[in-house]
């Protein structure tokens, strides 16, 4: 069993920057591959960024791609989202998720574990 909670969430204005960040349970955290999704009132939960077990790999929307980065400090138990020039579209609940193995997982129904949310909201 994987607890994640997420952190860092607030209010930005277009063109600024967050980092959340997403602490996890357990003494495993190395063997789960995390990943961030996001959504937005209304509309269905999107994948966002994914980064393999190790950090190695990466992977991400191409809407966030070059603006968004995703790393991990398994020392830590944690996975960050760094997310510059933010735009008032990107306002949403970011979810924090774990898939058991090596690759974050891309779309809901793979992935094991989710955290509660932060809301994150970008004025214009």
Do not use: H
């Amino acid at each position: 069993q994987v607890q994640l909670v997420e952190s860092g969430g607030g209010l930005v204005q277009a063109g600024g920057s967050l980092r959340l960040s997403c602490a996890a349970s357990g003494r495993t955290f190395s063997s789960y591959g995390m990943s961030w999704f996001r959504q937005a009132a209304g509309k269905e939960r999107e994948f966002v960024a994914g980064i393999s077990g190790r950090g190695a790999i990466t992977s991400y929307a191409d809407s966030v791609k070059g603006r968004f980065t995703i790393s991990r400090d398994n020392a830590k138990n944690t996975v960050y989202l760094q997310m510059n020039s933010l735009k008032p579209e990107e306002t949403a609940v970011y979810y924090c998720a774990a898939r058991q193995g090596f690759y974050g997982c891309r779309s809901i129904t793979e992935c094991d574990y989710w955290g509660q949310g932060a809301q994150v909201t970008v004025s214009s």
